[in-house]
């Protein structure tokens, strides 16, 4: 979105892409396009103050009116559609903190109410609190038209490429191109570059689930739902038009990435939750995908650090990514410009990026790296050379003292170095994608050893040895 807002702008734009275009966690969300981002009015109006809370609302509201100017303007057929979005609470007891949004909502003059109407869903709840005229879409149709339009305003577009470092002006690429710049947006999730060190314990990686489900009993179609308790699962409707059936698409379940959970078991517990909410006939697809999180629950866009003035980034969305990447293009393009912009403030990365409690409890990473590695260590196979694993099984196994990933793949077994190549962290196994994932900032291998998504950059060492068992 930074590109396209820069290239209407009318500066020459160059878009580098890791993989294919729009194959990142874009294509796997739940696309909500929502300021109601949980009860983070009265968490913002206490941990800052109610103007905090109202710029922030404003931003969001703004970036759902640019993507529907946008979509209007350009014609982009992509299911946009404007809804009211709910927070359901399932429990009596939970309704005291939703009432305390509330009043906060009506203090701000945000539009939406608290309703204790318990039949107002298909299934019961103890209350909803409304925002009114928030909007869903369908991502990649919505990037596929904004993809056109940059290639009708010749931006350079290369795939398979993957940003490595910089040198002042000029960025290199992992392939040994490098690219001249006179500014440049760092927009890939996890920023690869960390120059001062700034940004690798600034996030934490959260995992979320999705499904995808014909259903004989659908929601209502102008309401997107989040659940406040229980489960809290999301619920929305998606335009699926060779479906005999309504189609919804649920997401939940999310945990942080050091919590270790089969992908399959979380997948089938919220096929499970998905049932008790509605009636659903058959699972058309489910998958896992990961955000990162700030300490504060407010994105990180603008400068890259206080030392660049040519240096952005545009990241940390909290699993709210769809209007902040569009906040992202309305910010910076401001900031290139050299102008001023009402909401660069709140979200400005050089900004104090939490209380002291919020602090406290992000920055327990060190402490999760040690125990992960730990664990890794001990659940690992005592002796590569004696590993007997069966075709489409991984492991972590012991190579002398230090340890291997392996996975075997028809007669021959792949062996990786177990150290992710950004910042040393033990890999984990993913059996459902068989890749390589690393808990502590998100970069993933596939079995292989090649980056799938960074922040690595560089491949894992890695070797094909025949299985001779
Ligand atoms: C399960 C789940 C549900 C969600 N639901 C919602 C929702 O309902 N509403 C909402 O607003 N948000 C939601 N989110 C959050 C939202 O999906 C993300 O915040 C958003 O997609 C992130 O967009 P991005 O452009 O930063 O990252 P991506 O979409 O991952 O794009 C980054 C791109 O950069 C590329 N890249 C990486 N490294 C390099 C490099 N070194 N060089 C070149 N290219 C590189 C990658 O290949 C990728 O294509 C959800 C997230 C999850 C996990």
């Known amino acids: 979105m930074n590109a396209f807002k820069l290239a209407l702008k009318g500066y020459e734009v ?61 014609n982009i057929d992509c299911d946009f559609k404007r809804v009211d979005n709910v927070i359901y609470a399932e429990h009596e ?21 608290l309703s204790t109407d318990t039949n107002q869903l298909p299934f019961e709840t103890a209350g909803q609190l409304v925002m009114k005229n928030q909007a869903e879409f369908h991502p990649l149709k919505f990037l596929k038209g904004i993809i056109e339009v940059l290639r009708e305003l010749n931006v350079t577009i290369y795939e398979h490429t993957r940003g490595k470092n910089t040198d002042g002006n000029t960025l290199f690429t992992t392939d040994d191109f490098s690219i001249d710049f ?4 760092i927009a890939t ?25 014909e259903t004989s009993t659908p929601i209502p179609e102008n309401l997107s739902l989040n659940g406040y308790d229980g489960a809290r699962l999301s619920i929305r409707n998606i335009v699926k038009p060779d479906s005999n059936l309504p189609v919804l698409l649920f997401g939940g379940l999310g945990h942080g990435s050091y919590e270790k959970r089969e992908m399959t078991k979380q997948l089938k517990e919220l096929e499970h939750y998905a049932g008790q909410k509605t009636v659903n006939e058959k699972t058309l ?12 629950s407010l994105p990180f866009i603008g400068y890259f650090n206080k030392k660049y003035d040519n240096y952005f980034i545009a990241s940390g969305f909290n699993k709210y990514g769809m209007a902040n990447g569009v906040l992202s293009s309305m910010i910076i393009s401001d900031l290139i410009d050299g102008k001023n912009n009402v909401y660069k403030d709140l979200v400005d990365p050089n900004r104090k990026k939490g209380t002291f409690q919020q602090l406290k409890q992000h920055l327990t990473n060190p402490l999760h790296i040690g125990e992960a590695e730990i664990k890794n260590m001990a659940e690992a196979h005592p002796d590569l050379d004696e590993l007997d694993l069966s075709p489409g099984e991984g492991t972590v196994a012991k190579d002398g003292i230090s340890k291997k990933g392996v996975y075997r793949e028809d007669d021959n077994y792949y062996v990786v170095s177990n150290r992710c190549t950004h910042m040393g962290c033990s890999l984990n196994w993913n059996n459902d994608d068989k890749t390589w994932d690393c808990p502590c900032h998100g970069s993933r291998f596939n079995y292989t050893g090649k980056v799938i998504e960074g922040p690595a950059t560089d491949d894992l060492d890695a070797d094909i040895r025949p299985n001779k068992k």
């Open 182 to 185: 006179e500014q440049l947006i």
């Open 14 to 74: 160059t878009l580098i892409e890791g993989n294919e275009l729009v194959s990142g966690t874009t294509a796997n969300t739940t696309a909500r396009i929502t300021a109601q981002q949980g009860l983070l009015y009265s968490q913002l109006k206490s941990q800052k103050d109610g103007n905090s809370a109202q710029v922030y609302y404003e931003s969001q509201m703004s970036a759902i009116k640019e993507i529907e100017n946008i979509i209007e303007k350009y």
């Open 189 to 213: 999730h996890f920023p690869f570059l960390d120059i001062e060190n700034f940004y690798f314990n600034s996030f934490k990686i959260s995992y979320g689930y999705a499904l995808v489900a």
């Open 285 to 296: 697809y489910a998958y896992r995908a990961q955000d990162l999180m700030t300490a504060d």
């Open 93 to 113: 007891k939970s309704l005291k903190n939703l009432e305390k949004e509330a009043k906060v909502y009506k203090e701000l003059s945000i539009d939406g109410y």
